[in-house]
């Protein structure tokens, strides 16, 4: 009888956490929206910003609050190499953090740039990888921020031919893309 009470204890617990981190990501996820309203909102930019939780890709990740910026001409929200967006990220996030007390998982996007550019980047990889695998010699891709290198990675990861690594210091750090060594 005491294994199934403690059974039903573990139970409650783990449901009352998972309640608790449901609550918290969903009081971030409001806190996102109502933060960068507010920012756009001081740098004039009229634009529309939808928020919504996106579970991750691998189980044992968190959790991530996607917010999504609309409206018209918004590339100054973008700029050169989405350092803009960047950093607009990083001022959002770290304005969450300050709020709830812990970091948040948040990717900020306008207007599907993240998206469009994830998918350059992956046909890249693919292309590149190609090219690898056909000349023998390894490829150096232009500098890219942590992020975008991380995508080419990923692409690549399980390739049975070519292997990946980041080379160079920040901010001219670059993806290679070279052979596998034959065993």
Known sequence: MEEQTAGVKLSNQISSY?????????KAREMAYETLTDLL????????????????EDD???PIILADISGKDLSILIGRKSE?????????????????GEWVPLMVDVQGYRYRRERQLRQLARRIADQV?????????????????RIIHLELRYH??????STGEEPNRRATIFLKPRE
Not at 84 to 100: A, D, F, K, R, V
């Open 18 to 26: 998972l309640d608790d981190t449901e609550d918290k990501i969903e």
């Open 84 to 100: 803009t967006l960047n950093s607009l990220q990083y001022i959002t996030s770290l304005i969450l953090c300050n709020q709830i």
């Open 133 to 149: 695998v056909q000349t023998g010699r390894k490829q150096v891709l232009e500098p890219m921020p942590a992020n975008e290198r």
């Open 41 to 56: 909102e001081k740098m004039s930019i009229d634009a529309k910003v939808v928020t919504r939780i996106v579970d991750p």
């Open 60 to 62: 044992k990740d968190r």
């Open 160 to 165: 049975p031919f070519v292997t990946t690594e």
